[in-house]
């Protein structure tokens, strides 16, 4: 693997921001009343329809399909109803109960949709079910533990399941994280599902040494398979390659479709936030953003494969993420830098007033003597572009500040608030921002990345159409700040829709959000 080095500044433009790109909000979908249960995770689009993964799971309404038609947008029609909802709970046996829906595919072709299906506890095997467009049951196939993320080959022959495999309750069981192919190329009720598991041989490096910190510091010491969970599955546009993201331990994977194997699985190193360009907002009642001897983990989330002038690349949103398992048994995250102090424990690097506030890994840094040599805080509050390499990935993009100062630029008021309250400056100390989806599309000839931000809100664009020298392109918030909950909040998917594919024969961008419940349909205009 080549080793990642920090970016230069002149990698990061941070003082011109246009209005490029802008956005208005044409379409609504609620699909379950504001904090009753949620979450909507993730939509599809397909010949005017949403199909959602409404993983809402109360008395009265259970985790679903939700099929919305939205043709009415051609007639300025806003807010749209369920057009059919499928709980999916009928198509398991009757010993078996639903967790959650983690995510939903509509196939190229639109023969089927793919749904992926937790079930509870999450340490059992999941599902993923085949549906046609109108939720009519298919086939289903059994694939590992906690399916989290799904993507379908563009020939629409196979599925590839990114099985997280999360620890159950008290660490008693902990399956391993593995992808799953689900081979359709003899029929959809003929498939076969073949498992990949992680090759602990490709374990090396900077991954192998974050890997075993974790393992000394969990009481169940997991193997490298159980501690790496699979998190986000994207595919190459040749369909032979699928691209993993591996959050916890800021890594990515390249996986060999047609082989059934993985190439590499390389960590993408971390990020110097005592960097001018990697500067960030810690204190506990500011918005300077300051440098400090912390190196953040990138933890990526949503992950996009692109490729441009012959090479490909990978574009990743870091929100960031701590394994919690509980007080008694292991919390990450439970300790900010002047927790760790006042606790007694001794960190060998310069801590500011500002930086008392951050939290960072319990585990990560420490030496043998249990002193903390550096300290890692959680996601990089950015998105990264990589090259694609022959042994690994090479990081030639990461928008350092950026989210942070166009957020502080555009809502100042609201800096850095949380996707429950508004209170400026309450992520701070934890995540910032917390990028956590990214979509691409392309409108008259440019190529754009649209960045959604799951805490204060809003979707970031940059052109991206020289895939190296990525320009800042617009910020738009569906949110409305006027109280804590309100407007879509809690972004966690994106999706693209060509203007050619549109209702209204204008590009869109869709977005899921957990903590509103609800869909929003934004119309993308550029000046």
Known sequence: MKLLSTLGAALIAV??????????KIGHYQGAPLGNGGPIDIVDYYKDTLFVANGTNTENQKPSL?????NGLKNKEKNFKLTKRIEVQKFL?????VSDITCIKVSPNGNFLALSVALTP???KGYIFLTDLKGEYIAHYEVGSLPDNLAITPDGYKIIVANEGEPGKGLKVDPEGSISIIDLSQGLTQGKVLEVKIDETLIKGELKKGLDEYILASPHKPSYSQALEPEYVSIDKNGKFAYITFQEDSAIGKLDIDARKFIWIESMGTKDHSKVENSFAIGKNSSELVTANVFGMYQPDGIKVINQNGNTYLITANEGDARDYGK???VEDNYTIGKLLDSGKKINVPVTEEMKNLKVSSFRGKNDKGEYDKLYSFGARSFSILKVEKDGIKLV??????????TKKHLPEYFNSSNTNIKPYSRNGSKGPEPEDVEIGTIEGKTYAFIGLERIGGIVTFDISDITNPVYAGFFSGRDYSEDIKGDVGIEGLKFVDADKSPIKKPLLITSNEISNSIGIYEIKVK
């Open 66 to 70: 939700d099929i919305v038609n939205i």
């Open 15 to 24: 003082t011109s921001y246009s209005s490029e790109i802008t956005m208005e």
């Open 122 to 124: 999450t340490t059992e």
């Open 397 to 406: 993009f990461d928008s350092g500040n950026q989210l942070e100062e166009i």
């Open 93 to 97: 046996k009757s010993n078996e109960i």
């Open 328 to 330: 008694e048994l292991l």
